[in-house]
Nanobody, 121 residues
Framework: QVVLVESGGGSVAAGGSLRLSCTASGYGYRYCMAWFRQAPGKEREEVGTITRSGSTTYADSVKGRFTISQGSNKNILYLQMNSLKPEDTAMYYC????????????????WGQGTQVTVSS
């Protein structure tokens, strides 16, 4: 069982920055970790992924603004968000899988509880 706990959410003005963290614990091999987000009334969408070797992918909507990284021991995941826009407002979730990265939420068996990000215009 892998336990994921996000932190770092908050409120920020448009153009500002936030860094989210996700701490992983428990037993379970994690090959791919991801950040998803879900705005009210919308589907949960993938923000980006990172493999154990450090390869990353990003949604087109956040490319060039968001950066995913991980700690050296692979037990902590970060999401650096710059140039934030009001449309980035959402609950942000950390997810993990022992398998290959997927763009679908169903591809990740482990989820955190989420952290809220609110961007005001």
């Amino acid at each position: 069982q892998v336990v994921l706990v996000e932190s770092g959410g908050g409120s920020v003005a448009a153009g500002g920055s936030l860094r989210l963290s996700c701490t992983a614990s428990g037993y379970g091999y994690r090959y791919c970790m991801a950040w998803f987000r879900q705005a009210p009334g919308k589907e949960r969408e993938e923000v980006g992924t990172i493999t154990r070797s450090g390869s990353t992918t990003y949604a087109d909507s956040v490319k060039g603004r968001f950066t995913i990284s991980q700690g050296s021991n692979k037990n902590i995941l970060y999401l650096q968000m710059n140039s934030l826009k009001p449309e980035d407002t959402a609950m942000y979730y950390c997810a993990a899988t022992g398998g290959y990265c997927s763009t679908e939420r169903g591809g990740f068996p482990y989820w955190g509880q989420g952290t809220q990000v609110t961007v005001s215009s």
